[in-house]
């Protein structure tokens, strides 16, 4: 398994249209895409960043793990989000390692992309989340 590239930097915000003008107003930047993930519970906006993107994630309720973590924690960062080649091998790489996973298997996710977390208390306190994107 071999980590290609940093995808993406999840910050999770109460208010996804503040936020955005925010970073607007401040940065001088726009979301190259915004979608509601229904799976994920959020709706979310991917702002380009060099090679990366920003992630800001509002919860569709408090009772989704963005919306908890909200609740728990407040705003600011929830993830770091790795993209990989073949997220299927890397999971099992990462299961023959002894990670703690969240996700055995792949799951769908923003950008037509599959996805899997790993657990917080498996690295350095933080979550990470694992990125294969669609060819398309």
């Known amino acids: ?4 590239n940093l995808d993406h930097v999840g910050i ?35 702002i380009p960043v060099g090679g990366s993107f920003v992630q800001l994630l509002q919860p569709l309720g408090a009772d989704t793990p963005v919306g908890r973590f ?3 924690r407040g705003e600011g960062l929830h ?12 999971l099992a790489h990462l299961e023959r390692q002894g ?8 799951r769908a996710g923003g950008r037509g992309a599959k996805i899997a977390f790993v657990h917080p208390s498996d690295l350095a306190g933080t979550l990470i989340e694992l990125v294969e994107l669609s060819e398309t």
Not at 1 to 4: A, D, E, I, S, Y
Not at 15 to 37: F, I, M, T
Request: hydrophobic share 50%; glycine share 4%.
């Open 1 to 4: 398994m071999k980590l290609l």
């Open 12 to 46: 999770a915000v109460e208010d996804l249209d503040a936020a955005l003008e925010d970073y607007r107003n401040r940065y001088g930047v726009e979301p190259l895409y915004r979608e509601r993930v229904e799976a994920q519970g959020v709706e979310e906006a991917m």
């Open 70 to 72: 909200l609740a728990s």
């Open 79 to 90: 993830h770091v989000a790795y993209a990989v080649v073949d997220i299927a091998a890397a």
């Open 99 to 106: 990670a703690r996973l969240i996700d055995r298997e792949p």
